[in-house]
């Protein structure tokens, strides 16, 4: 197999929640994604591995682009034609990835993004083995360009003949939050993958309950309120009728897609251990 084209490679650690999306979308546009786990303490790591994706460790405290060049060298991959760097924390969503992605087809040997204060300088003068990095995109020869850099290097010190482009990347204060939804418990956690997912329970199911709820406490009030059987009467009891059986339906409706899901992830399963086996 030969070098990939376009290699992604996500910095992050306890995204067990978004792994999955995050490799199955960026596959649809880069050749190879491989996983930078910063230390996770959840299964991040053994669902990338299920998917194949190379799953590689940096526990350092500071990501410079000095030891992001270095790490994917010593994993012994191939270099591919561009390589995007990505960091995957709390303030980023799936739906920036195809922005990031863009990235890969800009015409910079070396784009860094440096974590930086305010009232620090300009990202130029940085020492790039110092730099906190929140994305790096480099070409092989970036990468070469990186590895050769001084101790006391910056973006300055690079040849003139590569394309660089160094930016800040303003880091957010640190302000003490509520405990957010996803950490809360896991049954918040479950019910956050549902609504990020857009399972059936909770697109179907949820509206279908409600329906099903209101019809049945509507039919007590018209069995109570009308005596006798005219236009008024039978146009309100049709309603109810209608709005309890579409909630039942809808009910129906999402516990079997939500069965066959289940079905379908078991033979899946079922597939790929035996083509493993085999």
Not at 86 to 94: M, P, Q
Not at 185 to 190: D, G, L
């Amino acid at each position: 197999m030969g070098a990939p084209r376009h290699r992604l490679v996500l910095i992050g650690s306890n995204l067990e929640l978004r792994i999955v999306s995050i490799i199955v979308r960026a596959r649809e546009s880069v050749d190879e994604v491989v996983l930078l786990d910063r230390g996770s303490s959840d299964a991040t790591v053994e669902l990338a591995e299920r998917l194949e994706c190379p799953v590689l460790t940096h526990v350092e405290e500071h990501i410079t682009a000095s030891s992001l060049a270095s790490l994917l060298k010593e994993a012994g991959l191939q270099d591919a034609e561009r390589t995007l760097f990505l960091r995957v924390n709390d303030a980023w969503r799936l739906r920036d990835l195809p922005l990031s992605i863009n990235r890969l087809h800009e015409r910079w040997d070396v784009h860094v993004s440096i974590v930086l204060d305010e009232d620090e300088g300009p990202p130029e003068d940085v020492v790039l083995l110092d730099a906190d990095v929140q994305h790096l995109q480099v070409t092989p020869a970036g990468f070469a360009a990186l590895a050769a850099l001084g101790p006391l290097g910056t973006a300055m010190d690079l040849p003139e003949d590569l394309g660089v482009r160094v930016s800040r990347h303003i880091a957010r204060p640190n302000v003490h939050q509520a405990e957010s939804l996803a950490s809360a418990s896991r049954m918040a956690q479950m019910f956050y993958w549902m609504l990020e997912s857009k399972h059936p329970l909770v697109l179907i199911g949820l509206p279908g309950l409600v329906l099903f709820v209101l019809g049945i406490r509507l039919s007590g009030n018209v069995i109570d309120q009308f005596k006798e059987l005219n236009s008024t009467s039978l146009g309100v009891t049709l309603a109810t009728v209608a709005v309890t059986l579409m909630g039942l339906f809808a009910l129906m409706t999402a516990v079997l897609l939500w069965i066959m899901e289940k079905q379908v992830a078991s033979l899946h399963h079922q597939v790929e251990s035996e083509g493993g086996a085999a």
